[in-house]
């Protein structure tokens, strides 16, 4: 179950500042004072009091920093029941992408607010203003559009985890400097706490992650070229077995292509069956061209399996799945787990022959009752919308989308229009950047 969404994860993190914070100003005795200190915009500081507003709105913007990057660390971690908090690792990769763009707004308040002590140098204070200027590049880099369209994702993934030191330098240059947080024991506690909590969990992914991390040691047996630039992969463990849910997904290291290089795919396969099959569209400088770079006897290294978009976790039994183009992956699986919920099916295409699945589909219609399909051609029947979709009680369906941004965005927005609350709609996001 999805216990915390992006709706309510930012305004948990909120509340919990103002708490901790409004405790501990409340019971506050202490002298801290600006003796002699200086502000980007708003002039000097003399003599004034901890009361002053730029003191305590400058550090409460550093203590969100620290806490919105700790969990960010925390999600990179990929640990279970870190997923399960967030409802799938797609879901929490989005989240840790939009807090830190969030986290970076904060750091730039914190950095124009915040007093400067001028009485002595201290070398925390050039270090916080490095570690400033590194993250805000470093999250330009991860976030601007302009940067994923020209860096490949390995490289980016590598200049990603310099984060890490970047954070390190903040937290060092926190606890160098003279602060109010260092006074406040409950916020001390959780700002300082919160920082070791991020920093071991940057540590465990940066350096463990690999020793800890199960992999599973898979052999190719089929490689398949379905055309239309998709590839089929099937495989055969080697010795243990993956765990693994109808729908869900994990990640395919090819050590034919790439040493390192790690991709997530959809597990088009079902648990019951004795091979793994996944089904990868070229889109990129790992995929294109899979059929050739892949042969019969490579192995296969597997982590997972990730993922919520799963029976298990969806709870209406009236269900229609929309797929877009290779966003059929998750439910050539789930089409085999559906007893006894009955199922409608559209998988969106550009031309009819490119549903390179129609057989496998008919056969699995042909043996249940249960699931319908339709192939929806958009250059014969233009984009699919909620109108079209065969349904009586729109309020009570679940829907589940898996295909582009646009798709599952314009279909969502039509269906909660027409009244679909936002907990019947389950989607998978087919990108983490
Ligand atoms: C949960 C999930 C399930 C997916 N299932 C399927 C599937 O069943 N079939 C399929 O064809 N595609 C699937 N994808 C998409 C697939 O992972 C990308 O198309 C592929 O990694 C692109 O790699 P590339 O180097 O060829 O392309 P690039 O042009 O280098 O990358 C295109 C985009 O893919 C993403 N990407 C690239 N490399 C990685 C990586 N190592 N880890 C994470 N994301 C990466 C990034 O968003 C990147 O911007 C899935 C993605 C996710 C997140």
């Known amino acids: 179950m999805r216990i915390l969404k992006q709706e309510i994860y ?16 409340y019971f506050y005795q202490g002298t801290f004072m600006e003796i002699s200190s200086d502000t980007l915009f708003f002039g000097e500081m003399t003599n004034a009091s901890w009361k002053n507003i730029h003191r305590i709105l400058g550090e409460v913007f550093s203590s969100w920093v620290v806490t919105v990057f700790a969990f960010n660390f925390l999600m990179a971690t990929r640990a279970k029941w870190v997923e399960r908090i967030f409802g799938g690792l ?5 989240i840790h992408r939009r807090s830190g763009i969030i986290a970076v707004f904060l750091l730039l308040a914190h950095f124009i607010i915040v007093p400067r002590d001028l009485t002595a140098f201290n070398p925390g204070k050039p270090l916080g203003f490095y570690a400033f200027v590194l993250i805000l590049i470093g999250v330009l880099l991860s976030a601007a559009p302009i940067f994923k369209r020209k860096i490949p994702y ?26 109010l947080i ?71 290291k090819f050590p034919a292509i790439d040493k390192r ?14 091979t793994l099959r996944i089904t990868v569209k070229g889109l990129g400088d790992y995929t294109d061209d899979l059929a050739n770079k892949l042969k019969v006897g490579d192995t296969a290294h597997i982590e997972g399996a990730y993922g919520h978009f799963s029976s298990s976790y969806i709870k209406e039994s ?5 797929a877009g183009g290779i966003g059929i992956t998750p439910f050539l ?3 085999k787990d559906i007893h006894p919920n009955k199922v409608h099916l559209y998988w969106c295409v550009n031309k009819p022959e490119e549903a390179v699945y129609l057989d496998e589909l008919k056969e699995l219609a042909r043996k249940n009752p249960n699931f319908q399909f339709t192939i929806w051609a958009s250059t014969a029947s233009g984009y699919l919308s909620a109108d079209q979709l065969e349904t ?41 950047r």
């Open 90 to 94: 797609d879901k929490m990769y989005l």
């Open 10 to 25: 930012f305004p948990i993190i909120i509340a919990i500042h103002f708490l901790f914070w409004a405790i501990d100003l």
């Open 318 to 322: 009236d269900q229609i799945w929309i």
């Open 261 to 274: 290089e790690q991709h997530p795919f959809t597990i088009s396969s079902h648990p019951y069956e004795n």
């Open 392 to 432: 009586n009680h729109y309020l009570s369906t679940g829907y589940l989308i898996c295909g582009p941004k646009a798709l599952k965005d314009n279909l969502t927005k039509q269906l909660m229009r027409k009244g679909v609350d936002r907990d019947h709609i389950y989607d998978e996001e087919f990108a983490f």
């Open 154 to 179: 390995h490289k980016w993934i590598n200049i990603h985890k310099l984060m890490g030191i970047f954070y390190v330098m903040g937290v060092l240059h926190g606890l160098m400097v003279n602060s």
């Open 182 to 252: 260092k006074e406040l024991p409950i916020t001390r506690i959780y700002v300082f706490g919160m920082s070791f909590i991020g920093i071991a969990a940057w540590v465990y992914r940066a350096f463990l992650f690999n020793l800890f991390n199960k992999k599973y040691h898979y052999q190719i047996t089929a490689v398949n070229d379905l055309g239309y630039q998709i590839t089929e992969v099937l495989m055969k463990p080697v010795k243990k077995e993956l765990n693994y849910l109808a729908g869900q997904f994990a990640f395919f």
């Open 333 to 335: 699986s789930l089409a």
